[in-house]
């Protein structure tokens, strides 16, 4: 059977009488809050069960989740190269990835988004060539930005810049040891980064995607406002038809909140994976001479050689 670590432990503390207090105290905001949610009519549960499936929300729920898993991919593949841009010693190079962050990070998502569906006021045409030949393409940027394309650039774009910090926060968290221990193995900067810095990394960086995601997830109501049938959109389509505003809403919070937990459970998941692989690799430093032999006593970090 193997040993737990001393970190793995439950702790067991005495309950105290305030520890009482604050059940009771707990239990009777809950039950207070049903109370008033199942006796208020106003709430309308009936129109809200009615609606909960209908074709129209189902639509904008799968375009809420396209969103999300379309923004979140390619946004986590920008923020990865705005990170090594971000830490590389050329100044010119980390100066334009530092640009890029301040500004998508200083503005709102919401002016972002409108921008970018309006990009065709600024560069109503454009031409894709070959520089200095006649070699080129025109694209009418009017017909290119739809609604759901500025949505997804516009996401995109924000999201690449909070993951350029994240990932930069976990390369940071890696110390110079492992980078001149892989050098002196000779590895290449790219099987350095993909062996040594990003299995590193993972602990750091995967709590704070998580998060992200969950984000995005939410953050993807504001595409309503270009016209995008997501979830919202679908939601305010309807009430807009039958006034049944509040029982709308709380169908499109329902399905938002039943998104985030589905979302927190395989990243509570990963999360314990990583952290049961980060334990595994602590070594016993104890002997059978000292005191505690037996006893996994962890360690800074792994050494790589």
Do not use: C
């Amino acid at each position: 059977m193997p040993q737990l670590l001393a970190e793995e432990k439950k702790r067991i503390t005495p309950k105290r009488p305030r520890d009482y207090v604050a059940w009771a105290v707990a239990i009777a905001i809950v039950a207070g809050l049903v109370w008033t949610a199942v006796t208020n009519e106003n709430y309308r549960w009936p129109v809200v069960f009615s609606y909960f499936t209908t074709e129209t929300i189902l639509n904008g729920l799968l375009i809420t989740l396209l969103l999300t898993v379309a923004s979140m991919a390619l946004g986590t593949l920008l923020g990865l190269v705005l990170a090594v841009m971000r830490m590389s010693h050329q100044r010119p190079v980390s100066g334009l990835a530092q640009l890029y962050i301040t500004f998508f990070r200083g503005t709102p998502v919401l002016v972002q988004l409108i921008f970018w569906f309006n990009i065709a006021a600024l560069y109503p045409h454009l031409s894709i060539g070959i520089p200095f030949t006649d070699i080129s393409t025109p694209v009418n940027v009017n017909a290119i930005m739809t609604p759901m394309t500025a949505a997804v650039v516009g996401l995109t774009l924000n999201q690449a810049a909070y993951m350029s910090e994240i990932i930069r926060g976990g390369f940071a968290s890696v110390s110079r040891g492992q980078h001149e221990a892989a050098e002196s193995l000779g590895m290449s900067g790219f099987t350095k980064l993909r062996h040594v810095i990003i299995p590193q990394t993972m602990p750091a960086v995967i709590p704070a995607t998580g998060n992200q995601v969950i984000g995005m997830l939410k953050e993807t109501s504001l595409v309503s406002v270009l016209g995008v049938a997501d979830l919202l959109n679908s939601a305010q389509s309807i009430y807009a038809r039958n006034y049944q505003t509040i029982p709308l809403l709380i169908v499109a919070s329902l399905w938002y909140l039943i998104m985030t937990l589905v979302l927190s459970v395989p990243q509570s998941m990963i999360e314990r994976r990583f952290s049961r692989s980060t334990r595994a690799r602590l070594a016993p430093a104890a002997t059978s001479a000292e005191p505690g032999a037996g006893q996994p006593v962890p360690t800074t970090r792994e050494s790589l050689l």
